[in-house]
């Protein structure tokens, strides 16, 4: 009982401090990428390498005043960060690091975190809502509707990853792909389940960005269009949770895509040890081709998005569920 | 058959556009980092006006004829000098520069028969007052040793 306890509260404590940190230090990440992308040096002033900025950041934000302007919902207001930050956050307690470091072994965990990852985009709605500003509204419209048509693709390229493993358990589905890179979902389903897996991680990948609302799917700030759409009336801290959340989840969704794909915490080759190293590995280099997508494409027109997933991603991604279940059944 | 190529070729420009991208990100940095590092102006570049120091004897080398003062359209240029014992000719006393006035126009170091005076490279200023742009050159050559 106590053991239990013990845990529970080392794993609480380790996964908002990883989450916490991993929101610090991945702005810091991409203001560097940023700016060596544009061949600029990037944040340098602030300690070695720039590397106390983000508690630079951190304390400016926290100093400012958190304004809450006439108008808006006082409630929804107040709870929208935290309902974008705690989903992400509760999503880590499912995502297995290691072989046994992960907080909660759930057989649904895919599910789990699928579930959780939708209502940080109720949280995005309800934000811009509450503060009664038309950008906010308009930026709502466009996070919702992205949504369900990104949501959609995204499921079905899981599903037919869970047909495919027959598991939703992710710490199994990572042991799956034990043995070498070549076991690896992305690589071991082309063989044994449907020859259109790689194309269906693409889809995953794209459809990750989206759920995220990264660039170049950042409809729900285009700053250049809507001010900074959701997070228009925002301040201080209340911005600051908004962005800690924003990072959580594009964290949830490399460890995600290094699980389902790329084999979690297996080693890439079979005489190397498998470790929670390879985990991180993977998701950091995950979300570094974030980074580099951000900084490489414009933002696409709003009508393009939604043309993309209903005309392009849904499809392939039906195509792809069908000849998994066919290359199931012959095979 | 078009909607695969059209998926093609879009797939293909993204990953290409993403090539480009990393090949810059590992490129030297072309930035110059301002406060801590200045370029170095070119040959011709046109700052405020300043003294030439005389190699030989440190000094000036002004002879304090006034065409510089004569040639300047917008008078900025104020200058005196004294008889002294021993020397010849006259000695600069005061040399100021008013550069709030001036518009590097170069008349005066084009006038300037014995090439006392150049342009500086200096580009960087700024001042809390419009005072901290009346120069003393004079001054100025001196700090300078």
């Not at chain 2, 240029?77 to 002294?84: A, D, F, L, M, V």
Request: proline fraction near 5%.
């Amino acid at each position: 009982m106590t053991t239990e306890l013990i845990r529970l509260l080392a794993f609480l404590v380790g996964i908002i401090a990883f989450a916490a940190l991993n929101a610090a230090y991945l702005v810091w990440v991409e203001r560097k990428g940023a700016a060596h992308f544009q061949r600029r040096i990037g944040p340098k002033e602030v300690g070695p390498y720039g590397l106390l900025q983000p508690l630079a950041d951190g304390a400016k934000l926290m100093s400012k005043q958190l304004l809450i302007p006439d108008g808006v919902d006082p409630i929804l207001f107040k709870i929208a960060p935290l309902m974008v930050l705690v989903p992400a956050v509760m999503s880590f307690v499912t995502i297995p690091f290691g072989e046994h470091l992960a907080a909660r072994n759930i057989d649904l965990g895919l599910l789990m975190v699928f579930a959780f990852a939708s209502i940080n985009v109720l949280g995005l709605l309800l934000g811009s809502w509450g503060s009664a500003n038309k950008y906010a509204v308009i930026a709502a419209a466009r996070v919702i509707s992205q949504n369900i048509a990104y949501e959609i693709p995204m499921l079905l390229t899981a599903i037919a990853l869970v047909m495919a493993t027959n598991t939703m358990n992710l710490n199994e589905m990572v042991s799956l792909q034990g043995g070498g890179f070549w076991h690896w979902n992305l690589i071991k389903l082309t063989f044994t389940a449907s020859p259109l897996t790689p194309i269906a991680f693409l889809i995953f990948f794209t459809t990750m960005l989206a759920e995220t609302n990264r660039a170049p799917f950042d409809m729900a700030e285009a700053e250049s269009e809507l001010v900074a759409g959701s997070f228009t009336e925002y301040s201080g801290m209340g911005f600051g949770v908004f962005f800690m959340g924003e990072y959580a989840n594009i964290v949830i969704g490399a460890a995600l895509t290094t699980v389902l794909f790329l084999g979690g915490w297996q080693s890439p080759l079979p005489f190397l040890p498998n470790s929670v190293v390879w985990f991180l590995m993977k998701m950091y280099v995950i979300i570094f081709t974030v980074v580099w997508i951000r900084w490489t494409f414009p933002r696409t027109q709003f009508y393009a998005l939604l043309n993309l997933s209903w005309k392009v991603l849904i499809p392939i991604s039906l195509v792809n569920l069908i000849v998994t279940a066919g290359w199931l059944k012959v095979f | 058959m078009a909607y695969f190529n059209e998926l093609y070729s879009g797939t293909k420009s993204l990953f290409i556009g993403m090539g480009i991208t990393i090949k810059e990100f590992f490129k030297p940095v072309v930035t110059l980092q301002y406060p801590h590092e200045s370029l170095t102006m070119t040959a011709r570049f046109r700052g405020h006006i300043e003294l030439v120091r005389d190699l030989e004897s440190g000094g000036n080398k002004c002879i304090v004829c006034g065409m510089c003062q004569k040639a300047c359209p917008s008078g900025c240029i104020t200058g005196n000098g004294e008889k002294r014992e021993g020397v010849k000719g006259k000695v600069l006393t005061e040399y100021t520069l008013d550069f709030t006035k001036c518009s590097l126009c170069g008349m005066c170091v084009e006038s300037c028969k014995p090439a006392a005076i150049q342009f500086s490279k200096d580009y960087n200023l700024a001042g809390p007052s419009r005072e901290a742009y009346i120069y003393d050159l004079l001054k100025r050559l001196e700090e300078q040793k």
